[in-house]
T-cell receptor, first 114, second 113 residues
């Protein structure tokens, strides 16, 4: 298995809703990442988990809450989002926590906040 | 801050022509460098990476890139463009010892039949 699977592929949520994005990989990678990508922009790092521990939080608002229940699974819990949070949310993983191996990306969740 | 700069937000080439996408990095210590491709409504796919081994790096789909320290460049090339190469290409870098990969602003490649 050489894939990162993200669900759902599309999500529309109201500003008062609570929802979660899910990311799963079975490649034995020990680092996992959340990126946010606005239209026609590069991906921007949100969070890094290394060996199931949060190692980087790029000053992301608390309405985004990451969780890494085990080495294969990464969640992003969403609450009270704003319309400007609408974007493509990408999950990625890398071997043994090393960025020098390069990332394997999922195909993303396209989030629309209404 | 250390970063990568991609010259040209849009590049158009004819099918069969050389593809050259430019990327320059700013770092006193050579970073890790990457090229990723993104097709519409998809995630990113790693094309190739430089991690201080060979300076000429070969990747997937016939792409290659050469790390030139004297020019602080890591340009992406392909001898002959195919229609399927039309996509957004991102140069990215990571500082050694850090887990953060930062992406350039991207270059959209158009291939003209």
């Amino acid at each position: 298995d050489t894939e990162v699977t993200q669900t759902p592929k599309h999500l529309v949520m109201g500003m008062t809703n609570k929802k979660s994005l899910k990311c799963e990989q079975h490649m034995g990678h020990r680092a996992m990442y959340w990126y946010k990508q606005k239209a026609k922009k590069p991906p921007e790092l949100m969070f890094v988990y290394s060996y199931e521990k949060l190692s980087i939080n790029e000053s992301v608002p608390s309405r985004f809450s990451p969780e890494c229940p085990n080495s294969s699974l990464l969640n992003l819990h969403l609450h009270a989002l704003q319309p400007e949070d609408s974007a493509l949310y990408l999950c990625a993983s890398s071997q043994e926590g090393g960025v020098n191996y390069g990332y394997t990306f999922g195909s993303g969740t396209r989030l629309t906040v209404v | 801050a250390q970063s990568v700069t991609q010259l040209g937000s849009h590049v158009s080439v004819s099918e069969g022509a050389l593809v050259l996408l430019r990327c320059n990095y700013s770092s006193s210590v050579p970073p890790y460098l990457f090229w990723y491709v993104q097709y519409p409504n998809q995630g990113l796919q790693l094309l190739l990476k430089y991690t201080s081994a060979a300076t000429l790096v070969k990747g997937i789909n016939g792409f290659e890139a050469e790390f030139k320290k004297s020019e602080t460049s890591f340009h992406l090339t392909k001898p002959s463009a195919h229609m399927s190469d039309a996509a957004e290409y991102f140069c990215a870098h990571a500082e050694r010892g850090y887990q953060k990969v930062t992406f350039g602003t991207g270059t959209k490649l158009q291939v003209i039949p």
